[in-house]
């Protein structure tokens, strides 16, 4: 992969530790250039620090990220100065924010690099699951958009009942009553999302994107893309699918039935003794049952 950056030489310095070999640099001088970089994009993914850009810079990135999506990491400081165009980033493009200075500041900007997302594959996801998203409350829906997105978000479900502000179970409802398989299945999904661009493109070893990705080992992942997507990581990077077809299998077993044809229960009009009517939930009648198991003796 290319990456454009636009850093200071102290964390240009940290980048260049981070990908070593797993990619190529093209180093933004100044502003300018990363101005000519958005006019004819070389590079898959942006790398910058939002003090070295104005407010106005910073809308200008958005309005062509909008047309030409790509990766963008903003690696930086907590400070005054970055804080205006750093707003403008977070509200209007799925920058992946990185903070210097933090203690997990290495491994957070290792998986922000390494781990960039596919947009077309988020795309094709996001479009074939959109009548289970819109079964969703508007917050969770909000949520799980962002996560297929940008390929990142909570490793477990308890985190990501945390996130999204509900109790585990009623999320486990939620995302059921919307057609989903389960919660896990859903973060594993994002996962193997997020790691797609990664194996199909990258020179990184697959054992090395599987430790990025909080994986034990290469054999953990590839079980991931056997349940989701019928291959390994090593047929996929010899064989890429095209992301419809990834997207196309990643739904398939994401969800357990067409969203549209959930049905919640539903009360049936019964005729009362009195003749007016009634209503009475369906049920599984197994008194009728018992009784005829009864008569003929089976147990």
Do not use: W
């Not at 998203?133 to 909000?142: I, K, M, Q, T, V």
């Not at 044809?261 to 539903?266: D, G, H």
């Not at 599984?284 to 003796?297: E, F, I, L, V, Y």
């Amino acid at each position: 992969m290319r990456y454009a950056v636009l850093l200071s030489p102290q964390a240009l310095a940290r980048v260049h530790a981070v990908l070593a070999d797993h990619g190529t640099i093209d180093v933004l001088l100044d502003v300018r250039a990363l101005l000519t970089e958005l006019v004819s994009p070389r590079d898959e993914c942006l790398v910058l620090d939002p003090a070295l850009i104005s407010p106005a810079i910073a809308a200008t990135l958005a309005s062509s990220l909008a047309e030409l999506p790509r990766a963008v990491v903003a690696y930086s400081s907590v400070t005054t100065a970055a804080l205006e165009s750093a707003v403008i980033l977070a509200q209007r493009t799925s920058a992946r924010f990185v903070f210097r200075g933090t203690p997990n500041e290495r491994s957070a900007l290792e998986q922000a690099l390494l781990l960039t997302p596919d947009s077309n594959l988020g795309n094709d996801l996001l479009l074939l699951l959109k009548a289970n998203l819109d079964l969703l409350p508007s917050g969770l829906c909000d949520r799980l958009t962002a996560m297929f997105r940008n390929g990142e978000g909570p490793y477990t479900p308890d985190s990501l009942a945390a996130a999204t502000s509900v109790a585990r179970r009623t999320l486990d409802r939620n995302l059921a009553d919307a057609g989903f398989v389960s919660t896990r299945r859903v973060i594993e999904a994002v996962r193997v999302t997020s790691a797609y661009r990664a194996i199909t493109t990258s020179r990184t070893a697959l054992g090395h994107i599987a430790m990025v990705l909080g994986y034990k080992s290469k054999r953990t992942l590839d079980a991931q893309l056997k349940l989701l997507l019928d291959t390994s990581s090593s047929k996929l990077r010899a064989d890429p699918l095209s992301c419809a077809e990834a997207a196309k299998r990643l739904t398939a077993q994401l969800t357990i039935r067409d969203a549209r044809k959930i049905i919640k229960p539903a009360a049936i009009p019964q005729v009362a003794s009195n003749g007016t009517r009634s209503l009475k939930l369906v049920a599984n009648d197994t008194s009728k049952r018992n009784a005829h198991r009864d008569a003929s003796g089976d147990k």
